[in-house]
Nanobody, 121 residues
Framework: QVQLVESGGGLVQAGGSLRLSCAVS????????MAWYRQAPGKQRELIAT???????NYENPAKGRCTISRDNAKNSVYLQMNSLVPEDTAVYYC???????????????WGQGTQVTVSS
């Protein structure tokens, strides 16, 4: 069974940094786009950043200037480095991946279990 396993959340003071990690485990052929989302209490899940299999990154408003997405294809992992955190960044953070279980489509679309990030003022 292919799944995403996240780690790295926690409690941090405003102005601090956190690095989230997410690894794809199980048997599969390849990983396409990977991404990070977040969902704050009472709000919709929102996209933070995506990264292609080739390493091309794209950022949405919540992350621009403060977050860096990266991936290590050898480790089947994606990371989110978050700096200058503010209380408004408090949310559950989810990784997302498009995974090909075989060389042929269709791929499967996976979500991590979510990791809580809490930023105190």
């Amino acid at each position: 069974q292919v799944q995403l396993v996240e780690s790295g959340g926690g409690l941090v003071q405003a102005g601090g940094s956190l690095r989230l990690s997410c690894a794809v485990s199980g048997t599969f052929s390849s990983i396409d786009t990977m991404a990070w989302y977040r969902q704050a209490p009472g709000k919709q899940r929102e996209l933070i950043a995506t990264i292609s299999s080739g390493g091309y990154a794209n950022y949405e408003n919540p992350a621009k200037g403060r977050c860096t997405i990266s991936r290590d294809n050898a480790k089947n992992s994606v990371y989110l480095q978050m700096n200058s955190l503010v209380p408004e960044d408090t949310a559950v953070y989810y990784c997302y991946a498009i995974v090909y279980q075989t060389e042929r489509p269709p791929p499967i679309f996976l979500w991590g279990q979510g990791t809580q990030v809490t930023v105190s003022s």
